[in-house]
């Protein structure tokens, strides 16, 4: 594995930061191993802390409203940009005309290109001419490996005895991978060993060890790469707990991820992510979302374990409204109800360690 950071990264997430559209370029703002994030690029908020506008909390990452403002003020302040990373998570991961030419800019100025959306920046003739003249790389984390690396289901995940512990959703875009990275944090603080099974692009550019990215695979090989990262992550390091990272939902009319990390991975447990005040599916005006017990009842049918705990995305919710939402929740499902985002991670870890194996 590559040293980590790679460099310093500027980020674009142009007309999109704070939505759901924006969610990688939040995921890199909050944390990430791979880069050093110096900006944000986004003129709707240009002048503000990314930070901030995510959680409330300064980070010291500006953002600006164009590529060139951003490079200006990291370079007159000693710090040399050295990737540009788009940010953007758009329904279909499709490449805007805005989002080429601000990737044609990134190239001229010197910049690597770094890109998760499912048009190919190294297949275009044009920037991939152009990287090469500035002697810069492209890279498409979401390009299909080629099939001799792909692996099919074997049955070897039934070696892997660590507590493997599944974070879905019950939407897209909800915070299933930030609550696995606090559950992570958590469990590490706790004294436990842990590992973190990323599953999409934005684990990956976060600089996750064990990563797939599930959305780019060949269906056939779905299970078999979902098995190979969980065990690979127990082969490596056998640690107390693995995360596995959810995706989409199950009931998501788009983005029905989540059944093949049951089948596969075979988790212990699963913590599920929920957004109460979220009515619709992510980006489906009139497709509702499924009750919350009908999701629970799904989950645990087709994985015969228990869903142990809700952990709760406050979007659109007031911070007074909050215990009572989560008390609601409990009532109506007779599970502890926690956010992360605002609270301690510990009583989630306290939930989870009754069920580790004393026994490895």
Known sequence: ????????????????????NGKTAHGLVRRT??????????????????????????????????IQEALGSSRSDGNNPTHFVIGLAPDG????????RGVIEAIRSGLNVDSGLHDFLSEDIEISDLALAHGVRIRDVRKTPPRKELHFFEGKIEEATSLK????GTDSAIGKRTTAWILLDAFRSAGYSAELVGTGQTAWMQGVQYCIILDSLINDFVSGEIEHAVWTAWQETRPDIIIIEGQGSLMNPA????????????????????????????????????????QIKAIEFLSGKEVVAITI???????????EVCEDIKKATGLPVLDVFLDSAEELVKVLTSTIRKER
């Open 1 to 20: 594995m590559s040293s980590l950071p790679e460099g310093n990264a500027v980020v674009y997430c142009q007309g999109a930061f704070g939505t759901p």
């Open 33 to 66: 191993n791979r880069y050093r994030v110096l900006s944000v690029i986004d003129s709707r908020h240009a002048g503000e802390d990314a930070g901030s506008i995510l959680d409330g909390t300064p980070k010291g990452i500006a953002i600006y409203g164009d």
């Open 93 to 100: 991961g499709r490449i805007s005309q805005e989002v080429r």
């Open 165 to 168: 512990v599944a974070v879905l």
């Open 255 to 294: 983005y029905p991820g989540g059944f093949e990390i049951l089948a596969a991975g075979r988790p212990d447990v699963v913590i599920l992510q929920h957004a109460p005040a979220r009515k619709e599916y992510d980006g489906f005006p009139g497709y509702p979302i499924h009750p919350l017990e009908k």
């Open 313 to 323: 995305n406050h979007e659109n919710l007031l911070i007074k409204d909050i215990p």
